[in-house]
């Protein structure tokens, strides 16, 4: 008796191979590989989420830096303003409005109390510091000197120290206003050499160089 060979589409072998599957025990390859697919979409897509998170977050702190810079810079431009109308004011004074050391001695102070009040005015802004500082002054006259002598010296702390200390580029003397050290002011951001030069060669003329010498800012402020 000849035995025939199982249906191609039944048969022992193709149900037993199909419940193994249905249970578990037997994987198919495409399952295998559905199921490593899936995984890296899920890894991709906690990538991409946690990039987005990212992208959503540098947003936010940059557009709140950006309002925060924005709101102070119309603060620091008026502050800065007016810190530069006291050096053009104070750039004006002459000789006759400077006639000794007392009346240098009161502009100084009104000078050094508007640039308070500046700060006073402005110290909403977060780290600002404002502070007077004072043109350069080298030497006054002593006990001693000639009438004229007495007057060059004057003079010469007017013209060269008052006017060209706060009307020089930059200034030696004025509103000093930093932002968290910062620098935010015309006033002796840079040393200005052509003033401490016209201090030299004016009291050298005067022949008072050794009097000048230690009040002379010989190299840069700051």
């Known amino acids: 008796m000849r035995l025939r060979g199982p249906h191609p589409e039944g048969g022992v072998r193709p149900r037993l191979a199909a419940q193994a599957s249905a249970d578990g025990r037997l994987p198919k390859r495409g399952d295998d590989r559905g199921l490593t697919t899936l995984e890296w979409l899920l890894i991709v897509a906690a990538i991409a989420g946690l990039a987005a998170l990212a992208v959503v977050l540098v947003t936010k702190v940059v557009s709140d ?5 924005g709101s102070l810079s119309p603060r620091l431009a008026a502050a800065r303003l007016q810190a530069h109308e006291i050096e053009v004011e104070a750039s004006k004074l002459t000789p006759d409005d400077i006639p000794d050391r007392k009346t240098y001695n009161a502009m100084i102070r009104k000078y050094d109390h508007e640039c308070e009040r500046l700060g006073i005015l402005y110290g909403d802004i977060d780290g600002i510091a404002i502070h007077f500082i004072a043109p ?6 002593q006990p ?3 009438p004229q002598l007495k007057k060059d010296i004057l003079r010469m702390n007017v013209e060269i120290g008052v006017q060209m200390g706060f009307g020089g580029d930059p200034p030696q003397g004025g509103c000093w ?5 910062k620098v935010f002011t015309t006033c002796c951001k ?5 003033i401490r030069d016209a201090l030299v060669a004016e009291c050298t003329r005067l022949n008072i160089f050794r009097r000048c010498e230690p009040n002379i800012q010989m190299g840069p402020r700051g």
Not at 190 to 194: D, E, G, V
């Open 177 to 181: 206003m930093t932002v968290h050290g």
């Open 136 to 141: 350069p002054a080298p030497d006054w006259p």
């Open 190 to 194: 840079r040393f200005n050499p052509a």
């Open 144 to 146: 001693g000197d000639s």
């Open 65 to 69: 830096t950006g309002d925060q810079v």
